[in-house]
């Protein structure tokens, strides 16, 4: 799927639509700034303190080895990053409408 498609997809998805292209993307970088962190909070509570910091320390060694670390340590990291995205976005959703409501 391309760049374009998701985007659009990700602005329906969140209630965008009725907003200036510059507000959705900045609402979309800020998202996945948020969608980033909560990923790596999770991955620490899945794989704790040490390992943490030696996937820390792989990111700064370049893509490749981070991406071999992070196999290694959390072979299911694709999911765990799905969830972690779940998390973020039901709560974006959730603060958005309960905003539309006052």
Do not use: C, W
Not at 64 to 85: A, C, M, V, W
Request: charged share 30%; no cysteine.
């Amino acid at each position: 799927m391309d760049p374009e498609t998701i985007f659009q997809q990700l602005i329906k998805e969140l209630g965008l639509e009725g907003i200036k292209q510059e507000d959705q993307e900045e609402i979309l970088l800020s998202l996945s700034k948020t969608i980033q962190k909560q990923f790596f909070l999770d991955a620490y509570e899945r794989v704790g303190k040490d390992q943490f910091e030696a996937l820390e320390a792989s990111l700064k060694m370049g893509d490749n080895f981070y991406g071999t670390t992070l196999k290694h340590l959390i072979p299911d990291y694709e999911e765990l990053f799905q969830s972690s995205r779940k998390k973020v976005i039901d709560s974006y959703k959730s603060a958005n409408t309960a905003v539309s409501k006052q």
